[in-house]
């Protein structure tokens, strides 16, 4: 791993205080990217996303300075993210209750400091140990690094899915179910 590479957990209220350079950051990766990869567009996503009951962050850090970072939260069961969903898909994949599926809204690592492990080590720091039985996420059919990486981190493809926000992509959709954990010998 990277020596003083740092990761930490935020709450909604402790990222508002780093919320620039999240957005930075997000900028700098996602530079010529389109209309949809704009500033305002995601300061709007995350002010939505980090009002959601159970948001979290975890931030990537190298000598004080953000390299990376994830953020997700469970699904409520009203939830609008499968809406522009391909079909078919299994009976009952949309269907929500707040404890049945964690969203991973971004993962993001600075282009300096990819492959070396952050996104992975990010990846792990939040979806470890959550109490969801299965985790999604969207990602670009032409992300080709993104695509490898998460099908070596036990990620499958399910269907596709467009957003329904102006100039938004076509996604993958993604679902990881959480290892099952053998009980404890009584």
């Known amino acids: 791993m990277i020596e003083g590479l740092q990761l930490r957990h935020h709450s909604a209220n402790e990222a508002k205080e ?13 530079a010529g990217g389109g209309e949809f990869y704009s500033e305002d567009r995601y300061r709007r996503q995350l002010d939505l996303h980090m009002q ?6 975890a931030t990537a850090s190298v ?5 990376g970072y994830i953020y997700g939260f469970p699904l409520p069961p009203q939830t609008r ?16 209750d707040g404890k049945r599926t964690f969203a991973i809204s ?16 990010l990846h792990d720091e939040l979806v470890a140990g ?32 467009r957003p329904n926000w102006e100039t938004a992509p ?4 993604m679902v990881r179910t959480a290892p099952i954990c053998p009980r404890p010998f009584s």
């Open 18 to 30: 780093i919320l620039d350079q999240l957005v930075g950051l997000y900028l700098e990766v996602y």
């Open 52 to 57: 959601r009951v159970g948001w979290e962050l």
């Open 63 to 67: 000598d004080e300075a953000l390299v």
């Open 81 to 96: 993210w499968w809406e522009g969903i391909h079909e078919p898909v299994p009976p009952g994949f949309t269907e929500e």
């Open 106 to 121: 971004e993962l993001l690592v600075h282009r300096a400091w990819r492959r070396r492990g952050i996104a992975a080590a």
């Open 130 to 161: 959550r109490a969801e039985p299965r985790s999604t996420l969207l990602v670009r059919p032409d992300n080709a690094a993104a695509q490898m990486a998460y099908r070596s981190w036990g990620w499958n493809k399910v269907t596709k899915l």
């Open 170 to 173: 076509t996604f993958d959709v």
